[in-house]
């Protein structure tokens, strides 16, 4: 398939999920950990945080021929979860990019009755949580959005004396034109 072709499913199927009503945050969860007085980790890695994660308490059961055809190993994990319409849940996306609440993903490991799988998927801690809580509030990014990082300039001391020397001489030449008559 065609990124292209990836696109436009995942288009689709978050024109569907948004649509449904039993979409909305939460729908059909039960159980679900209190989140709340973790700080949000900013600019979660992909492949740094979430995917180890997915490597040591996931993939074991999650692997090519893994349950709900969901396989999480490294290399295979973003693809299946990102913008995918759930197997055990039509209603929702594994991951709903910018709505954990809404996504299969997180509900399944931190309600112990997530509205489909049926149960809470073993393994994770809170930290784990609430770092895919973050991850997917912050947009599911492969590789986080950061700030740039600043154009390196060299300073040494005759090059910001030259550069003082250039702003004094046009700061003067604008003093002279601004006395003319």
């Known amino acids: 398939m065609s990124n292209f072709q990836r696109l436009f499913v995942a288009a689709a199927a978050a024109c569907l999920v948004v649509l449904s009503a039993p979409s909305r945050a939460g729908v059909g969860a039960s159980g679900c950990d209190d989140l709340s007085g973790i700080a949000e980790t900013p600019m979660v890695d992909f492949q740094s945080q979430i995917q180890p ?16 055809g969901l396989d999480l190993r490294a290399g295979e994990s973003y693809d299946n979860l990102v913008g995918v319409i759930s197997n055990t849940n039509q209603n929702r996306l594994r991951v ?21 799988p049926g149960f809470r998927m073993p393994g ?58």
């Open 96 to 116: 709903e990019p910018g709505n954990p609440d809404s996504s299969a993903l997180f509900l399944a490991v931190s309600c112990d009755s997530p509205g489909g």
């Open 53 to 68: 994660i997915f490597d040591s308490t996931c993939a074991g059961c999650h692997g090519a021929n893994g349950p709900a």
């Open 124 to 181: 994770t801690d809170l930290q784990q949580r609430a770092l895919i809580r973050d991850w997917i509030a912050q947009g599911a990014l492969a590789e986080p959005a950061g700030t740039p990082e600043p154009i390196a300039v060299p300073v040494n001391g005759r090059w910001a004396l030259t550069l003082l020397t250039i702003m004094l001489l046009l700061t003067g030449l604008n003093l002279v034109r601004a006395a003319r008559p």
